[in-house]
């Protein structure tokens, strides 16, 4: 339902941009999200865009560095990371739900993407 891709290693103050490709069921009128898990921690919530792109929310740790947007044409979500710092090191998730709000939950979502791992070396 979801595909996940453009990670990698990267030096800190970089920029890496992930994308994430969602089937028309899972990306119709919903929710699309970023979480994240770095190693040993729990998945943490990065940030979300509502169906029209009107609305995003994001984590205190990635606001004014991270930003998400959306093209409905081609069912695709993106993540663009700026300034990276080795603390974003994690494995990236890209997540939708049915609904017109976005959830910083993690249980709140329908349909995972399989991960796509960013390293930021220092």
């Known amino acids: 339902q979801l595909q996940a891709s453009g990670g990698g290693l990267v030096q800190a103050e970089g920029s890496l941009r992930l994308s994430c490709a969602a089937s028309r069921r899972a990306s119709s009128r919903n929710v699309m999200a970023w979480f994240r898990q770095a190693p040993g921690k729990e998945r943490d919530f990065v940030g979300g865009?509502?169906?029209?792109?009107?609305?995003?929310y994001y984590a205190d740790s990635v606001k004014d560095r991270f930003t998400i947007s959306r093209d409905n044409a081609k069912n695709t979500v993106y993540l663009q990371m700026n300034s990276l710092k080795p603390e974003d090191t994690a494995v990236y998730y890209c997540?939708?739900?049915?609904?017109?709000?976005?959830?910083?939950?993690?249980?709140?979502?329908?349909?995972w993407g399989q991960g796509t791992l960013v390293t930021v070396s220092s």
């Open positions: 865009i509502n169906y029209s792109g009107s609305s995003t």
């Open positions: 997540a939708t739900r049915r609904a017109d709000w976005i959830s910083a939950l993690e249980g709140d979502y329908d349909y």
